[in-house]
């Protein structure tokens, strides 16, 4: 074997490692991904049984109860256009309370209800996503955050 034939297996195997790194690495890409949706998202767009993403916008005032003797909650997520249930078995954040803004994260059930996995609960809305915030700017319920001394936000 000549060196020039050497080298051409050598970067052909070197070409073909690295075609199958990548295609390990976009598949691993593709099982972590989490697309966020509001509740209007899933309304206009109902989305495959069982797909993960997030659900954010506002915990609906009176929505708030608990299920299963106290281990399961339930409350509805609202981007006060359209509004979803959402089931949580678990301890809920510090910060979650009716009014506030939350994102979860799980799968739509076949009867419509979210069942989340995980509950992330926000201080104010300056984290909110663009779409949800500009529900909640249109409705008129939307809660500026008063500036700190020096310009920096809270």
Known sequence: ??????????????????????????????ENIVFFRSPSDI??????????????????????RKLDGGTVTAFRVTDTVKAIEVTYKGILPDLFREGQGVIAEGRLGPDGVFVASEVLARHDESYMPKEVADAIKKSGQWKETPAKPGGAKP
């Open 1 to 30: 074997m000549t060196r020039k034939r050497r080298r051409l297996y050598v970067v052909v195997a070197a070409m073909l490692c690295l075609g199958v790194a990548t295609a390990l690495m976009l598949a691993a890409f593709r």
């Open 43 to 64: 309304a206009a767009k109902p989305l495959p049984e069982n797909q993960r993403f997030r659900l954010g916008g506002l915990v609906e005032e009176k929505s708030v």
